[in-house]
């Protein structure tokens, strides 16, 4: 039976490439519930990533730096107690990458136009822009659903949800898996989302003030609920006895999704989890953004003197998780470790950041991962081109780093502010650095703001070797999220 819940939850080197001339090792597999699936299942064709870089697993001009296992988290005085039976937290694996966006489609096209510095601003085309003095954005382009999706009909889902499962199906196929491979075991699903289908619930009440409301019909209504962004997912992979969750934390709510599922595998809770997030365009939030006076009127230039604010998004990441020990008995490309996460609501402001609350939450994030942040190589930062975040984002920073932190790049340069979606395709962005040794630019910049004073890669792509890597995602009403992420060495468990 599916299971929907809304809310939030509770706070709370290089990936060695396996040898593919075997085939995978079979999953651990538990009573079938659901009929097998079909032609129907057959997975789309993505082209594959490029092939990770040949970088040294060391820091150079010192020893390799082990990726320590985070402890559980209690309590302060609590001791570590596991119930009988129940083994210890588990480490969890990046193994599968689904991302839509402005600047590409798929893993292959997306690494490409990160290394790129490609910009996927043009002018917004999904509604009627009459009475905006500027209305650029970054649309997904040539969005086709039908070529996508197997099993969905894409006219009962909206767009972002069928963004969402469309990511999703990415995801599984990228990790070398089928959807039947996922039925056999324990699934979660959890999506975050700003808007939901807030495009399809402006245009039923546009169709209600100009025709009534005997002209809604039940289909746009069956659309509109935020839950069906997870739902899409179950049903594009055939999914029927799995945990669905949607997480509407707006701008942090992709990494809010990955904390959750990164619990819930290591818990033991779930054999695979599908997290991260999705949003389309729509009316609403374009124009409250340029009510606020932070619509930018040509692209967004993040930490530079001339930012004018934001520009809005679309898109979908959908991240695969599963435990070190499946990745590795079934011989997986492992793309990144998920070292921790933090979580915080502050409530200072409706929409104004707080530097002491942001700084403790990239602190947090640290703690659970049993890192040092000395041992942190880039921030992707939340970054989005306006005068009060990044001031207020980098000073956070320099608290937690000091005067000399990581480079700190903002990928809303490229993508635009893509809502739900962003810290989730922060966190693919930051895996597919961290496997390919290279760390995305910056782009737009001219002249860095003194007072946001990081080095954030302007313009041009530079190769690095990278161990460690935070992700940040913070959202209005204080609702911050940073995850951290760290490449894995292949040692032995």
């Known amino acids: 039976m599916t299971s929907s819940s809304e809310g939030t939850p509770p706070a709370g080197s290089r990936p060695r490439r396996p040898d593919t001339s075997h085939p995978p090792s079979p999953l651990p597999s538990r009573p079938p519930r659901r009929p097998g699936g079909g032609p129907s299942d057959s997975r789309p064709s993505y082209p594959p990533g490029p092939p990770p870089v040949n970088s040294p697993a060391s820091v150079p001009g010192g020893s390799p730096r082990a990726l320590r296992r985070r402890p559980p988290r209690f309590s302060a005085g609590s001791s570590p107690t596991f119930p009988a039976g129940r083994p210890e937290p588990r480490r969890v694996v990046v193994t599968g990458l689904g991302a839509l966006s ?37 649309q997904v382009p040539d969005f086709d659903p039908h070529r996508l999706l197997r099993r969905i009909d894409p006219a009962e889902y909206g767009r972002a949800a069928q963004f969402s499962a469309a990511a999703a199906r990415m995801a599984v196929v990228d990790a070398g898996l089928s959807p039947g491979d996922l039925r056999r075991v324990r699934c979660q699903i959890s999506v975050g989302t700003t808007d939901g289908e807030s495009y399809d619930l402006d245009r039923i009440t546009e169709t209600h003030l100009h025709r009534g409301p005997s002209a809604v019909t039940a289909q746009a209504a069956r659309r509109i609920p935020a ?21 509407g934390t707006a701008c942090s709510a992709g990494n809010y999704s990955i904390g959750n599922g990164l619990d819930a595998i290591r818990q033991g809770d779930a054999d695979f989890a599908l997290c991260g997030g999705a949003d389309a365009f729509c009316r609403k939030t374009f124009a409250a953004f340029y009510r606020l006076g932070t619509i930018a009127p040509d ?5 530079d003197t001339r930012r004018q604010g934001i520009l809005t998004g679309e898109g979908a990441g959908l991240l695969l998780l599963e435990s070190l020990d499946s990745a590795l008995a079934r011989g997986a490309r492992i793309y990144a470790e998920v070292l921790g996460y933090g979580l915080n609501c502050d409530a200072h402001h409706p929409v104004a950041p707080e530097e002491e609350s942001v700084a403790r939450c990239l602190q947090l994030a640290l703690d659970d991962a049993g890192v040092k942040h000395e041992e942190v190589d880039l921030i992707s930062a939340h970054g989005t081109g306006t005068r009060a975040n990044d001031v207020t984002e980098s000073r956070a920073v320099r608290r937690v780093y000091g005067d000399s932190p990581p480079r700190t790049i903002s990928l809303k340069s490229m993508l635009g ?7 989730a395709l922060g966190a693919i962005a930051c895996s597919l650095a961290i ?20 080095d954030c890669v302007p313009n041009q792509a530079v190769d690095a070797d990278l161990r460690i890597v935070q992700n940040n995602g913070l959202a209005f009403g204080g609702n911050n999220a940073a995850v951290v992420l760290g490449r894995y060495e292949g040692r032995e468990l």
């Open 102 to 138: 402005s600047i590409g489609t798929g893993t292959a096209d997306f690494t490409a136009g990160l290394r790129a510095g490609r910009s996927g601003v043009s002018p917004i085309t999904a509604f009627d822009t009459a009475g905006f003095a500027h209305a650029n954005g970054c």
């Open 227 to 247: 839950a069906r962004l997870g739902i899409a997912v179950a049903r594009e992979l055939g999914l029927a006895d799995v945990e669905i969750l949607t997480i």
């Open 299 to 303: 692209c967004c230039r993040p930490f």
């Open 417 to 423: 502010h893509t809502m739900g979606a962003a810290s």
């Open 435 to 454: 496997t390919h040794g290279f760390i995305p630019p910056t782009i737009n910049h001219r002249t860095t703001d003194p007072e946001c004073a990081v």
